[in-house]
């Protein structure tokens, strides 16, 4: 079965610079989640998008933001990056905004040097 | 804000051995879902449960949402070594604006000697 798709799943940036993270659901899923995921962490819950508006937002800091397209794909832009953004950036998908069961993409290894 | 307490941090047991893991929180959750996670890859879905008292199987995992919606176990019988992972409970509530994000505990971190 099809899952959910994140690219790039590698990304090394500098300090300062800006970075854009993709995510494709799985098909026919309608809202997207994205979450963060640092070194020996738990997943810490960034931002969702049900039907291209957003829907709930947890500890996303202002240097980021996000937008869920009309093809339900969703891009996280991340700006000024800082050496604490390292982490792994997971995307997950579900089908219907109030759907209980959030399946996660690979995730993308941002690595801030 | 929600917070999650999972234990054991780590177990280190026996191939064929039952695991048994748990997460309690002070607040309310409407669902509770367990995942697995392996080193560089995404958590995957295990069980989801959606209704207090609950008590789902899935394969040689069960899980039980507590009664009293601020807990949740996950047995898993007789371990083979593929079980190695972390296991992650993780909460939902219901804000009403839908596509609620997860609160995660901390994870379990399973070690199977063979």
């Known amino acids: 079965a099809a899952g959910v798709i994140q690219s790039p799943r590698h990304l090394i940036k500098e300090k300062r610079e800006t970075a854009t993270l993709k995510c494709y659901p799985i098909?026919?899923?309608?809202?997207v989640y994205w979450y963060q995921q640092g070194p020996g962490q738990d997943p810490q819950f960034l931002i969702s998008f049900y039907e291209k508006m957003q829907s709930d937002k947890g500890s996303i800091p202002d240097r980021f933001s996000a937008q869920q397209f009309s093809d339900y794909h969703s891009e996280l832009n991340m700006s000024s990056l800082e050496l604490g953004d390292s982490a792994l950036y997971f995307c997950?998908?579900?089908?219907?905004?109030?759907?209980?069961?959030?399946?996660f993409g690979p995730g993308t290894r941002l690595t801030v040097t | 804000g929600q917070q999650l307490n999972q234990s054991p941090q780590s177990m280190f047991i026996q191939e064929g051995e039952d695991v048994s893991m748990n997460c309690t929180s002070s607040s309310i959750f409407n669902t509770w879902l367990w995942y697995k996670q392996e080193p560089g890859e995404g958590p995957v879905l295990l069980i989801a449960l959606y209704k207090a008292g609950e008590l789902t199987s899935n394969g040689r995992l069960t899980a039980q949402f507590g009664i009293t919606r601020k807990d949740s176990f996950l047995n898993i019988s007789a371990s083979i070594p593929s079980d190695v992972g972390i296991y992650f409970c993780a909460g939902r509530t219901y804000s009403g604006g839908g596509a609620d994000g997860l609160t995660f505990g901390k994870g379990t971190h399973l070690i199977i000697q063979p």
């Open positions: 098909p026919r899923h309608d809202t």
């Open positions: 997950a998908s579900s089908l219907g905004g109030d759907s209980y069961e959030q399946y």
